[in-house]
């Protein structure tokens, strides 16, 4: 879908090649009345380089408001509260004068150990699809584009800038593409990143069936193809394929090769019209949606610290350990308590405007609290000495709060950890504090999953605090002393140890090719299918009250499926559910999962109360991509739904018969008898035929055999049967004819 923009309508070709590579780091092209405008980082907050500029968050940037990175902010599984912080992000781009912000990163969790599973929202393709469409719809609303990123399959960080992710299409369009459709579909961005590693071999950024048949044609998408930063290997070949825009700038480098290739025909005028007049209108659309902000510092911090609050999963509760009474003696140990770790490393890190530190927050809801900084995470001090001294604090105390995780070292961009594990020194603490007999309160932070067997295995508490922004030390104090009820849930499964998990073997990427061998199994999916044992399932999380579910009711509408529970808040405090769907569908016709995330909604619920949450399981979402037919396909038949507060926590399951799609069986040389046969409009053609030719398939000679005649014979396709002879003009029929039935 070219658009023409009459603002190109007179540039000269060496003009409108221009506009399709950066001017500078972060800008685009001035060229006659198209502005030039300010693209930057993303996607939790805004990245804003005064002087010069990185890709990796070397340099410093203005200070913006740090909200929860997806990892965090994606344990709300609240599509109100992402359009609300994209709402919050607009309004900061607007003041700064950013006109498009690089996010959100709708990337899958295909494996804990990939680096930037910090800056992704899940494992699972629908939620993430949700939030991004939530987060770019309350962008947009204020005046700034979307960036949504990076397109697609760039699931670990190793080798990224050369790496082929080897997918079948039926995976690509099931997992990862569907995040990106949903974005692109629901919220129209206004610009879509490609990614650096290749696909199947083609650079996502020289993928024509990637941006053009795909992106444009069939999703409509009609905004502008962005590179990531550095990521064109052949301008030509890029920008024929339907990148628009190539970042950064390289001081006309690109121009060059570009308008060589346009004037001597390698490079088509299409092409270079169809990148103009997007890079043009997107810079006018910017330019029109300008407007003067002033931005409420205070209220953002609020905005991040409601996020951060939502985002906490509580992940165990022993005996009701937590919340603590405020006269607990307790003992906060732990180098994160006092340096937070709450957003990752690489370039999305934010200069943030302040930071909510857990220890003094603790200090200020506690009457007694004793810190030790227990461990490192740059080595800088003896080990055995901090837990020397956490041991003698944790003595001291009636609870111990411990907080572990990740350090900035441990885990960026840029690269993938060869380990899920707790760095050692950690471990090493926990053991040497259980040892104490002071009850553990676990509080982790951490972009990727790390293993949680020995954590769960001692502490009475968990809180999966994950990276929740500069806002995270007050909510993690909130959530501890009870001032907030804990709501969040895991997107991401906790396995038990790292030779479950899906791409344990296909992990990362060996000569430059990584190979997604456990198609469409990942994540909950993967699990699930195995009836493997795991430490946390996806999509788990405690409360401080119970919640009950019941009268699950199902119905089939024109949209896909209608599902609506009656939750009760059966416990003492008020509290929020998030209520999840999965479907599965034992009788398909195709390999599926056993079930899958389809919808999800929270309920908000005081003590004793009740509602019903309801919710439109999507019909595009319940199809299958159908290779044979190369189409999404809804199969017609019943489906299975459950009402679930986990994804292995099924409360109420119930099933719905569903009218799909009819897909007339094309009838082929290659089509076998058993297709025929399971088909009963082409049965009742072709199988008279066949009859009429062989004297007729005695499937009772079969019978006398003790053989099951019909099932041997079904893969035999009819060109084959054919080619036994007299075919009664079966051969006739499919001489270069297809039949539809
Ligand atoms: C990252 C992008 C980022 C860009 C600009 C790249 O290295 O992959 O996510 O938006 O740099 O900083």
């Given at each position: 879908?070219?658009?023409?923009?009459?603002?190109?309508?007179?540039?000269?070709?060496?003009?409108?090649?221009?506009?399709?590579?950066?001017?500078?780091?972060?800008?685009?092209?001035?060229?006659?009345?198209?502005?030039?405008?300010?693209?930057?980082?993303?996607?939790?907050?805004?990245?804003?380089?005064?002087?010069?500029?990185?890709?990796?968050?070397?340099?410093?940037?203005?200070?913006a408001t740090?909200?929860?990175?997806?990892?965090?902010?994606?344990?709300?599984?609240?599509?109100?509260?992402?359009?609300?912080?994209?709402?919050?992000?607009?309004?900061?781009?607007?003041?700064?004068?950013?006109?498009?912000?690089?996010?959100?990163?709708?990337?899958?969790?295909?494996?804990?150990?990939?680096?930037?599973?910090?800056?992704?929202?899940s494992?699972?393709?629908?939620?993430?699809?949700?939030?991004?469409?939530?987060?770019?719809?309350?962008?947009?609303?204020?005046?700034?584009?979307?960036?949504?990123?990076?397109?697609?399959?760039?699931?670990?960080?190793?080798?990224?800038?050369?790496?082929?992710?080897?997918?079948?299409?039926?995976?690509?369009?099931?997992?990862?593409?569907?995040?990106?459709?949903?974005?692109?579909?629901?919220?129209?961005?206004?610009?879509?990143?490609?990614?650096?590693?290749?696909?199947?071999?083609?650079?996502?950024?020289?993928?024509?069936?990637?941006?053009?048949?795909?992106?444009?044609?069939?999703?409509?998408?009609?905004?502008?193809?962005?590179?990531?930063?550095?990521a064109?290997?052949?301008?030509?070949?890029?920008?024929?394929?339907?990148?628009?825009?190539?970042?950064?700038?390289?001081?006309?480098?690109?121009?060059?090769?570009?308008?060589?290739?346009?004037?001597?025909?390698?490079?088509?005028?299409?092409?270079?019209?169809?990148?103009?007049?997007?890079?043009?209108?997107?810079?006018l659309?910017?330019?029109?949606?300008r407007?003067?902000?002033?931005?409420?510092?205070?209220?953002?911090?609020?905005?991040?610290?409601?996020?951060?609050?939502?985002s906490?999963?509580?992940?165990?509760?022993?005996?009701?350990?937590?919340?603590?009474?405020?006269?607990?003696?307790?003992?906060?140990?732990?180098?994160?308590?006092?340096?937070?770790?709450?957003?990752?490393?690489?370039?999305?890190h934010?200069?943030?405007?302040?930071?909510?530190?857990?220890?003094?927050?603790?200090?200020?809801?506690?009457?007694?609290v004793?810190?030790?900084?227990?461990?490192?995470?740059?080595?800088?001090?003896?080990?055995?000495?901090?837990?020397?001294?956490?041991?003698?604090?944790?003595?001291?105390?009636?609870?111990?709060?411990?907080?572990?995780?990740?350090?900035?070292?441990?885990?960026?961009?840029?690269?993938?950890?060869?380990?899920?594990?707790?760095?050692?020194?950690?471990?090493?603490?926990?053991?040497?504090?259980?040892?104490?007999?002071?009850?553990?309160?676990?509080?982790?932070?951490?972009?990727?999953?790390?293993?949680?067997?020995?954590?769960a295995?001692?502490?009475?508490?968990?809180l999966?605090?994950?990276?929740?922004?500069?806002?995270?030390?007050?909510?993690?104090?909130?959530?501890l002393?009870?001032?907030?009820?804990p709501?969040?849930?895991?997107t991401?499964?906790?396995?038990?140890?790292?030779?479950?998990?899906?791409?344990?073997?296909?992990?990362?990427?060996?000569?430059?090719?990584?190979?997604?061998?456990?198609?469409?199994?990942?994540?909950h999916?993967w699990?699930?299918?195995?009836?493997?044992?795991?430490?946390?399932?996806?999509?788990?999380?405690?409360?401080?009250?119970?919640?009950?579910?019941?009268?699950l009711?199902?119905?089939?509408?024109?949209?896909?499926?209608?599902?609506?529970?009656?939750?009760?808040?059966?416990?003492?405090?008020?509290?929020?559910?998030?209520?999840?769907?999965?479907?599965?569908?034992?009788?398909?016709?195709?390999?599926?999962?056993?079930?899958?995330l389809?919808?999800?909604?929270?309920?908000?619920?005081?003590?004793?109360e009740?509602?019903?949450?309801?919710?439109?399981?999507?019909?595009?979402?319940?199809?299958?991509?159908?290779?044979?037919?190369?189409?999404?396909?809804?199969?017609?038949?019943?489906?299975?739904?459950?009402?679930?507060?986990?994804?292995?926590?099924?409360?109420?399951?119930?099933?719905?018969?569903?009218?799909?799609?009819?897909?007339?069986?094309?009838?082929?040389?290659?089509?076998?008898?058993?297709e025929?046969?399971?088909?009963?409009?082409?049965?009742?053609?072709?199988?008279?035929?066949?009859?009429?030719?062989?004297?007729?398939?005695?499937a009772?000679?079969?019978?006398?055999?003790?053989?099951?005649?019909?099932?041997?014979?079904?893969?035999?396709?009819?060109?084959?049967?054919?080619?036994?002879?007299?075919?009664?003009?079966?051969?006739?029929?499919?001489?270069?004819?297809?039949?539809?039935?």
């Amino acid at each position: 879908m070219t658009k023409t923009s009459p603002a190109t309508a007179d540039l000269t070709l060496a003009e409108k090649v221009s506009l399709a590579s950066g001017a500078s780091f972060w800008k685009t092209e001035a060229v006659g009345a198209i502005p030039a405008i300010h693209l930057t980082d993303g996607p939790h907050g805004l990245r804003m380089q005064a002087d010069g500029g990185d890709h990796l968050g070397l340099g410093g940037s203005l200070p913006a408001t740090c909200f929860p990175p997806a990892a965090g902010l994606s344990q709300a599984w609240s599509t109100a509260l992402a359009g609300r912080i994209g709402e919050a992000l607009g309004r900061e781009a607007q003041a700064a004068g950013v006109s498009v912000l690089l996010g959100p990163g709708v990337n899958l969790k295909r494996d804990p150990r990939a680096g930037r599973n910090f800056e992704y929202f899940s494992e699972d393709p629908i939620l993430s699809g949700a939030l991004g469409a939530a987060w770019v719809t309350g962008l947009q609303a204020q005046g700034v584009g979307a960036s949504v990123k990076h397109f697609v399959a760039n699931e670990s960080e190793d080798d990224r800038m050369r790496s082929s992710s080897e997918i079948d299409e039926r995976t690509l369009r099931e997992l990862y593409l569907r995040p990106f459709q949903r974005v692109v579909e629901d919220a129209r961005p206004w610009t879509v990143m490609c990614s650096y590693n290749r696909i199947n071999g083609v650079y996502a950024a020289e993928n024509h069936w990637l941006l053009t048949r795909l992106l444009r044609d069939e999703w409509g998408f009609d905004g502008v193809v962005v590179s990531d930063w550095g990521a064109v290997d052949d301008k030509v070949a890029a920008v024929e394929a339907g990148l628009d825009l190539e970042m950064p700038g390289n001081g006309g480098a690109s121009d060059a090769l570009a308008l060589a290739a346009a004037e001597d025909g390698r490079l088509s005028l299409a092409a270079v019209d169809r990148a103009a007049n997007a890079v043009a209108e997107l810079a006018l659309r910017a330019r029109a949606a300008r407007r003067e902000v002033t931005v409420d510092h205070e209220a953002h911090h609020a905005l991040a610290r409601e996020a951060a609050s939502q985002s906490i999963a509580l992940l165990k509760n022993e005996d009701g350990i937590l919340p603590l009474a405020r006269e607990r003696r307790i003992a906060v140990i732990g180098e994160f308590a006092e340096q937070p770790r709450y957003q990752g490393g690489g370039s999305s890190h934010v200069n943030p405007t302040r930071v909510d530190v857990p220890l003094e927050e603790l200090r200020t809801r506690f009457d007694r609290v004793e810190f030790a900084r227990g461990f490192t995470t740059d080595d800088s001090l003896d080990a055995a000495a901090l837990r020397a001294e956490a041991v003698a604090t944790a003595a001291r105390a009636e609870v111990v709060v411990l907080f572990l995780g990740l350090g900035a070292r441990q885990e960026s961009e840029g690269f993938d950890r060869d380990t899920i594990e707790l760095p050692a020194d950690q471990r090493e603490l926990l053991d040497v504090l259980a040892a104490t007999g002071t009850p553990i309160v676990v509080v982790l932070s951490h972009g990727g999953v790390v293993r949680l067997a020995p954590v769960a295995g001692t502490a009475r508490a968990i809180l999966a605090a994950a990276l929740l922004g500069q806002g995270g030390g007050a909510a993690i104090a909130d959530v501890l002393v009870g001032a907030a009820n804990p709501s969040g849930k895991l997107t991401e499964t906790v396995p038990e140890r790292i030779e479950d998990v899906p791409a344990y073997l296909n992990f990362p990427s060996e000569n430059s090719r990584i190979l997604y061998g456990e198609g469409l199994h990942i994540g909950h999916r993967w699990y699930d299918a195995r009836d493997l044992a795991v430490t946390y399932p996806f999509g788990h999380g405690l409360s401080y009250t119970t919640f009950a579910y019941s009268g699950l009711e199902l119905a089939a509408c024109d949209d896909g499926i209608t599902a609506a529970v009656r939750v009760t808040n059966t416990g003492t405090r008020a509290g929020r559910e998030i209520v999840q769907f999965y479907v599965g569908k034992p009788d398909s016709a195709v390999r599926r999962p056993v079930r899958e995330l389809k919808g999800f909604t929270d309920v908000t619920l005081q003590p004793g109360e009740s509602v019903t949450a309801t919710v439109l399981l999507r019909r595009a979402d319940l199809a299958y991509w159908d290779l044979r037919n190369g189409a999404w396909t809804l199969e017609t038949g019943e489906y299975e739904v459950h009402a679930a507060a986990s994804s292995r926590d099924i409360r109420l399951s119930g099933s719905v018969a569903v009218v799909g799609d009819e897909r007339p069986l094309i009838v082929s040389r290659s089509t076998t008898l058993g297709e025929i046969m399971a088909d009963p409009a082409a049965a009742e053609t072709i199988l008279p035929l066949l009859a009429a030719g062989t004297g007729g398939v005695d499937a009772a000679a079969g019978d006398t055999l003790g053989m099951d005649m019909m099932r041997m014979l079904a893969s035999i396709p009819l060109a084959r049967v054919a080619q036994f002879g007299g075919d009664g003009g079966l051969s006739a029929l499919l001489d270069g004819t297809a039949a539809e039935h």
